[in-house]
């Protein structure tokens, strides 16, 4: 009796091309393939709230860069083994073309940038929030493709019919190159795709921030607190099937520590700012608002 097996998923051969003497990263096309699809979704709804979607222009101006920083400080901190200590180059926490970008820094320096230029603007921060948190969320979908490129970001070995072939790969010499060098068709291991699960629910969260901004009109930052509410839980599950090296506390993975936290926290705010959504009239502040008032 013969038994059919599934094909397992391939990783990509490469996820390195060059054109002359410029390197072509899979893994910089698909963070900049996210982030116009962020800016895409988020001024599509922000013009929709009554704003100005220019907002979300000079929003994108800061966040990036900032995003970047902060996100590769995450990454170098929670993985400091990794460039600090004998044998290490530290000068290599600053190649973040070899990966390694923590989304929860990115979001962190992200947002604190944008909320002081929204601040200084006098233009109200919720709303610019809620316009850009689906986008954020489908932007970490499709980031992930790239992880896919690099092969990482996986979990234990596995027999599953969707298990992710790894594959060794090598430079022009013939050394070992994981992420520059191009695949043997030597199969290292078949691991679960944990980069794929999470690209998944990213989807999911996705459908359903924009479900639920729409049914129960959300406001005052409750769409974006309900992305790090919905992505926290997925990043939470996931973390708990990776195999990859990290640094541990308590015998969990930094991230899960995390991801626990900022989902009570992020739920708590949610469930405490105001509900409705805002007037267009209060898209921007007005400082002006609080009248001088005779004390007798």
């Known amino acids: 009796m013969q038994t059919t097996i599934l094909a397992n998923i391939p990783s990509p051969?490469?996820?390195?091309?060059?054109?002359?003497?410029?390197?072509?990263?899979?893994?910089?096309?698909?963070?900049?393939?996210?982030?116009?699809?962020?800016?895409?979704?988020?001024?599509?709804?922000?013009?929709?709230?009554?704003?100005?979607?220019?907002?979300?222009?000079?929003?994108?101006?800061?966040a990036i860069p900032m995003g970047i920083i902060g996100g590769r400080l995450y990454h170098v901190l929670t993985d400091h083994d990794k460039y600090f200590g004998p044998g290490k180059d530290p000068l290599q926490a600053l190649n973040i073309t070899?990966?390694?970008?923590?989304?929860?820094?990115?979001?962190?320096?992200?947002?604190?940038?944008?909320?002081?230029?929204?601040r200084w603007k006098k233009i109200a921060v919720g709303p610019v929030a809620d316009a850009l948190a689906p986008g954020i969320v489908l932007a970490q979908a499709v980031g992930r493709l790239g992880n896919w490129f690099n092969q990482e970001l996986y979990g234990a070995e596995t027999t599953v019919p969707w298990a992710l072939d790894i594959y060794y790969r090598v430079d022009e010499q013939g050394a070992f190159a994981p992420l520059t060098g191009r695949s043997t068709g030597e199969v290292i291991a078949s691991v679960h795709p944990t980069f794929l699960y999470e690209l998944v629910w990213n989807l999911l969260v996705f459908a359903f921030l924009l479900w639920a901004d729409k049914h129960f009109r959300l406001g005052h930052g409750r769409v974006f607190w309900l992305y790090v509410a919905g992505y926290t839980m997925g990043r939470f599950a996931i973390e708990l099937m990776r195999t990859d090296v990290a640094t541990l506390i308590l015998g969990l993975r930094v991230n899960t520590w995390v991801s626990g936290l900022l989902f009570v926290v992020s739920l708590g705010i949610f469930f405490l700012l105001p509900r409705g959504r805002e007037a267009e009239k209060e898209l921007v502040h007005n400082d002006n608002d609080d009248t001088n008032r005779d004390s007798g």
């Not at 990263?25 to 704003?51: D, E, F, P, Q, S």
Request: charged content about 10%.
């Open 13 to 62: 051969p490469q996820g390195v091309w060059h054109i002359g003497w410029l390197p072509v990263r899979a893994y910089a096309l698909c963070i900049i393939t996210g982030i116009l699809l962020a800016m895409w979704v988020g001024t599509r709804r922000y013009r929709a709230r009554g704003g100005d979607p220019d907002v979300i222009w000079d929003a994108a101006i800061v």
């Open 98 to 118: 070899a990966g390694g970008l923590g989304i929860w820094g990115a979001v962190a320096l992200g947002a604190a940038s944008v909320w002081l230029l929204l």
